[in-house]
């Protein structure tokens, strides 16, 4: 059986997981595509040569029968609405970040998924299937370095436009550190602090950039994390978490090495498409067997979106108040158990 997908939202990021549906990956195709603007889902149809129906609601793209997995790649307060309303059909989600704005939407979520009865959603958190964040997973579950004690790491942007607000940098940027984190080093988070730096003198009147955010696990690891998202030279994320033993640090992508003029370099990628373009492709295909072969998707669930949110929240109310904010969650249901890393496909 292949996979029917209906596409909620074909703007840049919709259009460019069609793509790889369609194009790279197997077991999957997409029968049908719905925008706010109608247009932009027409002309995608077109463009991309899809044999798929244009609906004019999510309500109507839910009620064809051919669909059985729904992408939502709307803008992100338009995510929990859709979501809510494939899990009443019963359809499997994948929704890109954010699950919700709001941690109450997301719990929303996590609580309509339960009541059906087993896991429909996975959340577009595609770092967890990066090559090297995984090498490192693995390397800590085997307890390679012994305990992990601290990490740092550092989320860095050439440069973001007029509509990129203080708090993106919590909700857009950090987000991605703040789900992949607790993941790999299997604590939970207790509080967050921010702190700013002197501020560059590249970043726009109403942003402080960079920043410094510091995490402290329930164990006692703490992470500081740069977010620094004017920093000119490219798209870099590093990451080392430090143990009792040793310390394992996130590989830098391979580019091309050259000597040239009396220079022996090689170059910095731009974006976080190209950074992350094989996990995308990992996470989807994952999505796809899992659901094909397993009845349910394994990757990020409704759970670790709702971890995101309170994190988020309390990291924006820290960018506010320059105070350490706890961050309370309730425990993990043992719906939501987490796999270890050899578990996964
Ligand atoms: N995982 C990642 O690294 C990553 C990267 C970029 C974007 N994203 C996320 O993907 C989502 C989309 O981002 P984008 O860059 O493609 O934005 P975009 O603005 O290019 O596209 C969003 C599309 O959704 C449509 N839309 C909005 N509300 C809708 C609704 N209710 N029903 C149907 N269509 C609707 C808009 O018309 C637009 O075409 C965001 O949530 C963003 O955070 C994730
Ligand atoms: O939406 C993007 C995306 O999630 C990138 O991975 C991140 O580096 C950017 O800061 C963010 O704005």
Known sequence: ???????????????????????????????????????????????????????????????????????VTSWGPAHESTVLKAIEAGKFVFVEKPLATTAEGCMRIVEAEQKHGKRLVQVGFMRRYDNGYRQMKQAIEN?????????????????????????????????????????????????????????????????????????????????????????????????????????????????????????????????????FNDAFNNEFQDFIDSVRHKGEPQGPSSWDGYIAAVTGDAGVKAQKSEKVEPIELPDRPEFYQQKKSEEIV
């Not at 049908?32 to 995608?44: G, I, M, R, S, Y």
């Open 1 to 71: 059986m292949t996979l029917g997908f209906g596409v909620v939202g074909t703007g840049a990021i919709g259009r460019e997981h069609i793509k790889r549906i369609t194009k790279t990956l197997t077991g999957a195709d997409i029968v049908a595509v719905t925008d706010v603007n109608q247009e932009l889902a027409e002309k995608t149809i077109g463009d991309l040569d899809l044999n798929a129906n244009v609906y004019e609601d999510d309500s109507a793209l839910l009620q064809d029968d051919n669909v059985q997995a729904v992408l």
């Open 143 to 275: 307890n390679f370095i012994g305990e992990p004690l601290m990490v740092r790491c550092a989320h860095r942007n050439p440069e973001v436009g007029e509509r990129y607000t203080l708090d993106m940098a919590i909700l857009d940027t950090l987000i991605h550190e703040i789900d992949t984190l607790h993941w790999l080093v299997g604590d939970d988070y207790k509080s967050i602090q921010v702190t700013y730096p002197k501020k560059t003198s590249k970043a726009l009147e109403h942003l402080r950039d960079p920043q410094i955010v510091t995490l402290e696990t329930k164990s006692g690891i703490i992470i500081h994390a740069e977010i620094f998202v004017n920093c000119q030279f490219g798209y870099d994320i590093q990451c080392e978490v430090i143990g009792e033993e040793g310390i394992v640090k996130l590989p830098e992508v391979p580019t091309l090495e050259y000597r040239k003029d009396g220079v022996l370099g090689s170059g910095i990628l731009q974006d976080w498409q190209n950074r």
